[in-house]
């Protein structure tokens, strides 16, 4: 693991059993039969019957498993928390799924896992913790089969940027564009158990749309059907709630001119 990564390793050690308790992932609904994996990814990731997925950055493994229910004959997820890893062979364990259903620790910007795969996916709060963009994008590249793709679905950089004022307005509290400096994220209430600080804040670094799409590009990949979305995947902001849905989290009407706060897009080999 890069040695840039090892407090957010920490942090994610950390989070992960508050997270297994937590309702935001409802592990017992999931165990139940839910799926974790929203409209939006679902219809992207199509067809999944007879492919396999690499999941990048999977944490505890809902929404990789949620991928094997809905066809995918084979799913390889990778978190580099030790914690995380467990965790989702656990469960692979007791859905009887271990024999299709592989969880790896490892840092994702050093994976070779010497195979490809007709999907690679990566979804929500993800590269923002992740020291090396460029990196990032000859992962995606090294395990994509030929004619498969990679789909992502996570915060928006503009989006990332905003709070919310006293009064209700957003505000620009960070740059967009990258510094050489990560963020240290002291303080940060965690996002699916708000009221809880993480002892390890773990650190960030902001990627604007240019960084992450050059990325793709530089490593060989033709990038496609880049969406924009004015919901986010949990509260973003502290104003926001669950829409219909109960995948995707939106500001109440009304209370605002609407900003991008999540992003699609696709990359195939040239």
């Known amino acids: ?17 508050l997270h297994r308790e937590s309702p935001f992932y409802d592990v017992e609904g999931f165990l139940g ?8 990814e679902r219809e992207a990731l199509n067809p999944l019957l007879r492919k396999n997925l690499l999941h990048l950055q999977c944490h505890f493994g809902l929404d990789t498993l949620s991928l094997l229910r809905l066809g995918a004959t084979k799913v390889v997820g990778v978190d580099f ?22 969880f790896v620790e490892a840092d994702v910007l050093d994976l070779d896992l010497g195979q490809k795969f007709d999907r690679v996916f990566t979804s929500h709060g993800a590269i923002n913790w992740l020291s090396d963009i460029a990196a990032w994008g000859r992962t995606v590249a090294r395990h994509l089969a ?8 996570e915060a928006h950089p503009t989006g990332l940027v905003f709070d919310l004022a006293e009064d209700g307005r957003l505000f620009q509290k ?3 564009f990258s510094k050489p400096e990560p963020l240290v994220l002291e303080g940060v209430p965690d996002y ?34 880049l969406r924009e979305y004015p919901f986010a995947a949990w509260a973003a902001l502290p104003d926001m709630v669950p829409d219909e849905s109960r995948y995707y989290w939106r500001r109440p009407k009304g209370s605002g001119p ?12 040239r």
């Not at 030929?146 to 679905?153: A, E």
């Not at 609407?258 to 080999?269: G, I, Q």
Request: net charge negative; glycine share 6%.
């Open 1 to 17: 693991m890069r040695s840039e990564h090892a407090p957010n390793r920490r942090h994610w050690d950390e989070v992960t059993d």
């Open 33 to 40: 039969g839910r799926c974790t994996v929203g409209p939006i």
């Open 81 to 102: 928390s030790a914690k995380a890893v467990e965790a989702a062979r656990a469960l692979a364990e007791k859905l009887r799924l271990s024999a299709w259903a592989e």
């Open 146 to 153: 030929p004619d498969g793709f990679f789909y992502i679905l």
């Open 174 to 176: 960070f740059d967009y």
């Open 192 to 225: 699916a158990e708000p009221d809880y600080i993480p002892r390890e804040p773990g650190i960030g670094w902001i990627w604007s749309l240019a960084d992450i799409m050059g990325a793709l590009e530089a490593a060989g990949l033709q990038v496609s059907d």
């Open 258 to 269: 609407d900003t991008p706060l999540l992003f699609s897009l696709k990359a195939r080999h």
